[in-house]
Nanobody
Framework: QLQASGGGLVQAGGSLSLSCTAS????????VGWFRQAPGEEREFVAS???????DYVDSVKGRFTISRDIAKNTVYLKMSSLKPEDTAVYHCAVNRSPYGSRGYNSYKYWGQGTQVTVSS
């Protein structure tokens, strides 16, 4: 089971750090991704990290978001800074079927419940 946490309400320009922790299984050999979904919008890829920590970001968050993983803690993080109102969404983490990251949500096998991020202007 995956659990995403760390969301909240923050002013534009602020920072938040999200965590994604798995219980009952390890995903050290899997890629992990973060996706977000705003009301009325489709789910959007945000960032992914491979088993060997290769990273990929959607252009809109490059330079502002950083994905990382702690194998010992079985946790993946998404550090978000310089937040903008358009970053407002429910953020979900997901474990890929393979060791690699991917932008396609169909390649992810396990999904967390999500955590709400709200950025006020």
């Amino acid at each position: 089971q995956l659990q995403a946490s760390g969301g909240g309400l923050v002013q534009a320009g602020g920072s938040l750090s999200l965590s994604c922790t798995a219980s009952g299984r390890t995903f050290s050999n899997n890629g992990v991704g973060w996706f977000r979904q705003a009301p009325g919008e489709e789910r959007e890829f945000v960032a992914s990290i491979s088993w060997k920590s290769d990273r990929d970001y959607v252009d809109s968050v490059k330079g502002r978001f950083t994905i990382s993983r702690d194998i010992a803690k079985n946790t993946v993080y998404l550090k978000m800074s310089s937040l903008k109102p358009e970053d407002t969404a429910v953020y979900h983490c997901a474990v890929n079927r393979s060791p690699y990251g991917s932008r396609g949500y169909n390649s992810y096998k396990y999904w967390g419940q999500g955590t709400q991020v709200t950025v006020s202007s």
